[in-house]
């Protein structure tokens, strides 16, 4: 089986910073593309950034040059650093990997529990 766990979200500021970290364990052979989603309440799941396994990158609009996405391949790890954040960034994030768990397994989508962020004074 594999589980995403989430760590890092709370209650900061505006103008403040975070940094959300998702660690993947479990029966994992490879991971393609590993992200990150929020959901603020009464509003769709959207994507907020995204990193291949090669280590490209792509952002949604409204976080380019405040957030960064990284990944520590070794220990099957994916970080969003969150700066500058505002009150609209206050959501619930969801961790998401596409993970193949052996050599001839499809690859599946995986989803952790979620964290909140709120931006507030």
């Known amino acids: 089986q594999v589980q995403l766990v989430e760590s890092g979200g709370g209650l900061v500021q505006p103008g403040g910073s975070l940094r959300l970290s998702c660690a993947a364990s479990?029966?994992?052979?490879?991971?393609?593309?590993m992200g990150w989603y929020r959901q603020a309440p009464g509003k769709q799941r959207e994507s907020v950034a995204r990193?291949?396994?090669?280590?490209?990158?792509n952002y949604a609009d409204s976080v380019k040059g405040r957030f960064t996405i990284s990944r520590d391949n070794t220990k099957n790890t994916v970080y969003l650093q969150m700066n500058s954040l505002k009150p609209e960034d206050t959501a619930v994030y969801y961790c998401?990997?596409?993970?193949?768990?052996?050599?001839?397994?499809?690859?599946?989508?995986?989803w952790g529990q979620g964290t909140q962020v709120t931006v507030s004074s």
């Open positions: 990193t291949t396994s090669d280590g490209s990158t």
């Open positions: 479990g029966s994992i052979f490879s991971i393609n593309v």
């Open positions: 998401n990997a596409q993970i193949q768990t052996s050599r001839h397994a499809y690859t599946g989508r995986y």
